[in-house]
């Protein structure tokens, strides 16, 4: 068994969307949708919060909640200016500031929290407190920008962890894996000068954001080198991720030597996810998930740290979910996946997974990774 914090708050799930339906407005003849108003609603993270406890692994974790960060701590990754027009146009109610960010009053306060919960998670890693942690965070934030919230993620949750456990010298060299479903591009713009954090991004190729996420995007200047971004094509199912995992991402972060390896944990590459075509299984996430703590145990005493980010199907984050934390914590205790035989019968062709083969040897030679 290992000491895997756990932090969540029942506060963040009650985060609005606002007035949407799936990614359109509503009027004319696109109906509402019940719950939160987005794809990104609470029911993912809740069910699966639900069955940790209905099995009984929440009680093998250290359960915690975190404060809001501050706005000082806010304040390593976003403009002043940013932060006062969020806060206060969530003090009159709400409303949208980027693309695809709409929020509710108060959406300041729990979008402070849910960066808080990762803030707090990385700092336990780091200062010793726990062997790795989970962050049920909530809106998300790898796709936050600076000063342009962007695809359902109002801050940037991991950034402004990672920017102020280096403020607090609590270490300097991070990695962060990104294998959401789309591109980490909000992480990528905050680090893309850094030569101390590289961020790797597995992601599908051209579905959000759509300009962005391409190989050839390598870092700038001081941090040329240290962003790797892996676009794969749709459809690449299990053999794909974890290819792609010993492949590319392994020896990048063993050439690297990170002092903590930091997750954006999305469950969006899933097979039934609403807004992606890559047939990952719960099993996917549970092998991604032991590769990277084998790591971690090889390059940085095991710490690791995970920040939930996206996932959008109520039936099966929560399994994804459990897999992810029975893996980190190392506890009997098992939430057997319903769908793992007619998710296995679904995974590409020997064919078809002879053409991502290929394509990732192609980026093996890119990358000039061996």
């Known amino acids: ?3 895997t914090g756990f932090f969540w708050d029942e506060k963040c799930f009650w985060h609005s969307g606002g007035n949407y339906a799936g990614n359109l407005p509503v009027g004319g ?21 639900n069955l940790m406890d209905v099995t009984g692994l929440t009680r093998s974790l250290e359960a915690r909640s975190a404060t809001e960060a501050t706005f000082e701590t806010l304040s390593l990754v976003h403009p002043a200016s940013f932060l006062k027009e969020f806060k206060a146009t969530s003090d009159a109610g709400g409303g949208e500031l980027g693309l695809r960010t709409p929020f509710g009053q108060g959406g300041y306060e729990i979008a402070a929290l849910s ?6 998670a990385l700092e336990a890693v780091l200062r010793g407190e726990v062997d790795n942690a989970y962050a049920l965070s909530r809106p998300p934030g790898h796709h936050c920008l600076p ?20 403020t607090k010298g609590l270490a300097k060299r991070f990695v962060v894996l990104d294998w959401d479903v789309h591109h980490g591009n909000g992480t ?104 990277v703590m084998a790591l971690a145990d090889e390059l940085c005493d095991g710490r690791l740290m995970m920040a939930h980010e996206g996932g959008y199907s109520e039936v099966y984050v929560p399994f994804c979910g459990h897999a992810v934390l029975e893996e980190m914590s190392g506890a009997d205790i098992h939430a057997p996946d319903p769908l793992a035989e007619t998710f296995v019968a679904r995974q590409p062709s ?5 053409f991502f083969s290929d394509h990732l040897g192609e980026m093996s030679d890119f990358f000039n990774v061996k």
Do not use: W
């Open 1 to 3: 068994m290992r000491r």
């Open 29 to 49: 003849l696109v109906q509402p949708l019940a719950a939160g108003g987005l794809p990104e609603n609470p029911e993912t993270k809740r069910r699966l919060k």
């Open 115 to 120: 960066t808080g919960l990762s803030v707090a």
């Open 147 to 166: 000063d342009f919230p962007n695809g359902f993620c109002l801050l940037a949750n991991l950034a402004i962890a990672i920017r102020s456990a280096q």
């Open 188 to 291: 990528e713009a905050v680090f893309i000068e850094d030569p101390d954090v590289l961020t790797i991004s597995i992601h599908q190729e051209r579905n959000y954001p759509m300009d962005s996420g391409d190989s050839d995007v390598r870092g700038e200047g001081a941090g040329q080198g240290a962003n790797m971004n892996i676009p794969l094509p749709p459809g690449g199912g299990h053999a794909t991720y974890l290819e792609a995992m010993e492949r590319l991402v392994i020896p990048a972060i063993s050439a690297f030597e990170p002092e903590v390896i930091v997750i954006a944990n999305g469950y969006d590459a899933a097979v039934i996810d609403p807004l992606s075509c890559m047939l990952a299984t719960a099993d996917t996430f549970r092998h991604m998930t032991r590769m």
């Open 350 to 354: 020997a064919k078809a997974q002879a």
